[in-house]
């Protein structure tokens, strides 16, 4: 048997000694919120560079401590099809660590006045989030940066 596959168990276990300093006023300070940024493009995978695509609606769903998947916020592209999600507390989530389990989602098919190329697509537009960072912003106090990487049609 193997002595170099980690129990889950201990991992989640080390997880917590990690995130908990962070999260609380250690290291790096209180972390008060996640801000998910990225855009989209009229294109067959969503990705740029393309058209954008404008006033279409974003989620951000994340994996809890608990293991559920919920929708922690959502917003719509601007004119330029760029988003940017911000969530304050995001319950069960522990903020301040490299992996974000979060996921950046668009429900297809898209009107096709907004992108013809996604108007007769079923499924959803999926891209993973990667954390670039945090930031002080005035009234939010300290946030964590989070960027779509590279989206991927789900059926
Ligand atoms: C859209 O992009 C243009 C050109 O880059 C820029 O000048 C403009 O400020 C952007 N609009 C928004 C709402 O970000
Ligand atoms: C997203 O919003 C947050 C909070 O308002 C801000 O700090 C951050 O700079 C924004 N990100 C982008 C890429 O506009
Ligand atoms: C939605 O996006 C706008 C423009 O970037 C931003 O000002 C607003 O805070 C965002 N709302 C949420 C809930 O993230
Ligand atoms: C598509 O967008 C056009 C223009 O905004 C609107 O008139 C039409 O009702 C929309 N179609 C659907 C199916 O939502």
């Known amino acids: 048997m193997a002595c170099n596959s980690i129990?889950?168990?201990?991992?989640?276990?080390?997880?917590?000694?990690?995130?908990?300093?962070?999260?609380?006023?250690g290291l790096i300070g209180r972390i008060n919120g996640l801000s998910v940024s990225g855009q989209l493009c009229c294109t067959s995978t969503g990705?740029?560079?393309g058209q954008g695509l404008v006033g279409v609606v974003v989620r951000l769903n994340c994996r809890r401590i608990a293991?559920?998947?919920?929708?922690?916020?959502?917003?719509?592209?601007?004119?330029?099809?760029?988003?940017?999600i911000t969530v304050l507390r995001p319950q069960g989530l522990i903020l301040g660590l490299p992996l974000i389990p979060c996921v950046v989602t668009v429900q297809l098919p898209l009107n096709a006045t907004v992108c013809s190329a996604?108007?007769?697509?079923?499924?959803?537009?999926?891209?993973a989030v990667r954390g670039v960072g945090t930031t002080v912003s005035g009234t939010l106090g300290r946030i964590q940066l989070a960027?779509?990487?590279d989206f991927s049609l789900r059926a």
């Open 7 to 25: 129990s889950p168990f201990f991992l989640i276990v080390l997880l917590f000694a990690v995130a908990t300093p962070l999260a609380h006023g």
């Open 47 to 49: 990705n740029c560079p």
């Open 67 to 84: 293991g559920v998947s919920t929708t922690l916020g959502q917003n719509t592209t601007d004119v330029n099809g760029s988003f940017n």
């Open 118 to 127: 996604l108007s007769t697509t079923n499924g959803v537009l999926v891209s």
């Open 147 to 149: 960027t779509a990487t």
